[in-house]
């Protein structure tokens, strides 16, 4: 009797399993350069931008932005409203940010609101600094003015209405008294003459 030879296969070699394509995650876009007003620079008007401003001239207006620098030499004479505001200069105005830092050469005119507060040794300032608990309505009324305008407007018009109705209504009764005295006269002019036809008559 012959005994079956029994052969192990040659073992495969393992497959490396090839990974799965990944899909390549878009790398956050990085904020542009900040725009900036030079010291020789001076701006009558307001600005809005969504980016960040920094102010090393003048500005004679209101500022609105994501974030504010205002330089050591440089003047606002205007509301700034930013989320983060950094002043080293001079300003004069109303202040609404998140984030609001006094350096020492800071030179500051006006209310204060804010949800985060530092002043640095030195600086001046003078007003009122008050702790919004929910600045981003805060921030959102101070970056629409001109619906404040509008409305402050109607309401300025709806005040006036009644108002100048009883000065008209209050002229009214003069007219016709005035009305009412020339027909009287046209009567009393035109009565002679009839009587002196009826006389001629006879």
């Known amino acids: 009797m012959f005994s079956k030879s029994t052969k192990t296969p040659p ?3 393992a497959e ?3 990974p799965a394509p990944t899909k ?13 007003i030079s010291g020789s620079l001076k701006v009558t008007g307001d600005l809005d931008s969504t980016g960040d401003i920094q102010v090393d001239g003048t500005i004679v207006g209101d500022i609105r932005s994501h974030k504010v620098t205002i330089g050591e030499g440089a003047t606002v004479r205007g509301a700034l409203i930013a989320d983060h505001i950094r002043i080293a200069g001079t300003v004069e105005g109303e202040i609404t940010g998140r984030e609001v830092m006094l350096t020492a ?3 500051v005119s006006g209310d204060i609101y804010h949800d985060r ?3 640095e040794a030195g600086a001046h300032m003078q007003g009122l600094c008050r702790r919004v608990d929910d600045i981003d309505k805060r921030l959102e009324a101070a970056r629409s003015p001109a619906d404040a305008v509008g409305k402050g407007q109607k309401a300025t018009a709806a005040a006036a209405g009644p108002a100048a109705e009883p000065a008209a209504s209050a002229e009214r009764p003069s007219d016709k008294a005035s009305g009412d005295g020339a027909d009287k006269a046209e009567a ?3 009565e002679p003459a009839s009587k002196d036809t009826a006389t001629t008559g006879n």
């Open 188 to 190: 009393d002019k035109t």
């Open 16 to 18: 490396t399993a090839t």
């Open 24 to 36: 390549e995650t878009p790398s956050p876009k990085r904020d542009g350069a900040p725009s900036i």
């Open 11 to 13: 073992a495969r070699p």
């Open 105 to 107: 050469t800071a030179r």
């Open 117 to 119: 507060l530092a002043i």
